[in-house]
């Protein structure tokens, strides 16, 4: 919609259909256009659907206690998944299809997306229980997971701090500007040591947003003290990143909006942790980082913001592991660089 020479736009579904299109491009080389949109709707709906399902006592409860005791939910939970597989997966599964009859082969020399990464493991190694049909549905949905959603709700909570504080908007667009000799091309991956105060808000946007409310569950293997209080050997234990995030120890005035803190104290980013730690981060961390820097610098670089209407809080989810995105719409002003 345009709105006195500006558009606007209702900010989840923006940057749901951004971020879609760039994890759909690297997955299998297909962007969503507007034409296609419909195509991203079938997949954002589906996926949806399993967050709606997926509730914080499952990441807790044994899968056996909730295959065996809580059966119709398992069943549920199990036919969301694999729908949602079906339909994130549905243009890998036609490649794979015209990769075994023959008419698609893999160049290693000239591959275009994950796809075709994964049929070449199969085309010099055959297929194995690691990389079938279905190992590729399930490494595709696992990817769309962990980089849609969570990267989606961090931009949008990002953006409504930033409408809410344009003075720290304005010194991050001053900075890119600089770094990228005042709009002439584009922000890339390679400016990020060039740009301690975007790299700084980002750290902050994230520390806010802190989408999982709660890390994977891990086992201890050893007896140990926690919080003071001993815990045995054995126990499932899980980090709480949203209190991690706003403890006052770590983050003086925690509920404030500063990405200054992370200009003073050098050991604030290590310590900011969405995606969680260890071998079970997230899958999508690498993707995601890049994903937010490049959205952010670029966006910055060219256009101005302004909130349309009224700026609301963070919804949260009952019973959920994660966190709602903010219902805001913003309007777009394309800068016209020097």
Same mark, same amino acid.
């Given at each position: 919609m345009a709105v006195n020479g500006s558009t606007v736009t209702k900010a989840s579904d923006f940057f749901d259909l951004t971020v879609g299109s760039i994890i759909n491009s690297i997955l299998v080389g297909k962007r969503f256009e507007e034409n296609t949109k419909h195509e991203f709707l079938v997949i954002k709906n589906a996926l949806d659907k399993g967050f709606e399902v997926f509730t914080a006592f499952d990441m807790i409860l044994p899968v056996w206690f909730t295959k065996y005791v809580l059966r119709k939910h398992f069943d549920y939970i199990m036919k969301v998944n694999d729908d949602s597989k079906d339909f994130a997966a549905r243009d890998a599964v036609e490649r794979y299809q015209k990769f075994k009859s023959g008419s698609y082969t893999v160049d290693e020399n000239d591959l275009d997306d994950y796809t075709d990464a994964f049929l070449l493991k199969i085309q010099q190694e055959g297929e194995n229980e690691n990389f079938n049909l279905e190992s590729l549905k399930t490494m595709i949905l696992d990817l769309w997971i962990t980089g849609q959603e969570t990267t989606s709700t @961090?931009? *949008?909570?990002?953006?409504?701090?930033?409408?809410?504080?344009?003075?720290?908007? #304005?010194? !991050?667009?001053? /900075? &890119?500007?600089?770094? @990228? /000799?005042?709009?002439? =091309? %584009?922000? @890339?991956? /390679? #400016? =990020?040591?060039? @740009?301690? %105060?975007?790299? !700084? *808000?980002?750290?902050? *946007?994230?520390?806010? !947003?802190?989408?999982?409310?709660?890390?994977?569950?891990? %086992?201890? %293997? /050893?007896? *140990? &003290?926690?919080g003071g209080h001993p815990v045995d050997g054995g126990c499932l234990v899980s980090a709480q990143l949203g209190a991690l995030h706003v403890n006052e120890e770590m983050f003086e005035n925690p509920y404030d909006f500063d990405p200054e803190r992370y200009m003073n104290n050098d050991n604030l980013l290590p310590q900011t942790i969405p995606f969680g730690l260890g071998k079970r981060s997230c899958l999508g961390e690498a993707l995601a980082r890049s994903e937010l820097y490049l959205i952010f610098g670029n966006l910055l670089l060219r256009y101005q913001f302004r909130p349309h209407g009224t700026l609301s809080s963070l919804e949260l989810n009952p019973f959920s592991a994660a966190k709602k995105p903010y219902k805001m719409e913003m309007e777009f002003i394309k800068i016209q660089n020097e």
């Open positions: @961090t931009l *949008v909570s990002g953006f409504s701090h930033l409408l809410m504080n344009p003075h720290i908007m #304005d010194k !991050a667009k001053n /900075e &890119i500007l600089k770094v @990228t /000799e005042n709009g002439s =091309r %584009y922000l @890339t991956l /390679e #400016d =990020r040591p060039s @740009t301690p %105060y975007l790299n !700084a *808000v980002i750290g902050e *946007v994230q520390r806010h !947003a802190s989408v999982l409310n709660i890390n994977f569950m891990r %086992y201890n %293997y /050893e007896p *140990v &003290i926690m």
